[in-house]
């Protein structure tokens, strides 16, 4: 079993930053990919962001590319999320994943853990 506990959410003005940390408690010896999502409301969940297990190779959604980056710590179990220049099209409930796989990918069907979101509201 992992539990996965998302934080850093919050209020942001358009143009802003934020820090997204997903920490891993548990079974955190065996190979996960990690992965982010996003759900505003009314849309479907979307993949943001994910770091694999193995070579920590990493993939962007083509909507956060150049202003996202992720960041996996090993040695502390948290991985995180970066996000630049934030639009209120980025709006929505953030959620962090864990995937019994190697290489990552952004379809949430790869995922067996789940934490419980973080909220994150960009607005003026």
């Known amino acids: 079993q992992l539990q996965l506990v998302e934080s850093g959410g919050g209020l942001v003005q358009p143009g802003g930053s934020l820090r997204l940390s997903c920490a891993a408690s548990?079974?955190?010896?065996?190979?996960?990919?990690i992965g982010w999502f996003r759900q505003a409301p009314g849309k479907e969940r979307e993949g943001v962001s994910c770091?694999?297990?193995?070579?920590?190779?990493?993939f962007y959604g083509d909507s956060v590319k150049g202003r996202f980056t992720i960041s996996r710590d090993k040695s502390k179990n948290i991985v995180y999320l970066q996000m630049n220049s934030l639009r209120p099209e980025d709006t929505a409930v953030y959620y962090c994943a864990a995937g019994f796989r190697e290489l990552c990918l952004l379809y949430a069907s790869t995922y067996h853990y789940w934490g419980q979101g973080t909220p994150v509201t960009v607005s003026s």
């Open positions: 770091v694999s297990s193995g070579d920590d190779s990493r």
């Open positions: 548990g079974d955190t010896q065996g190979h996960y990919a």
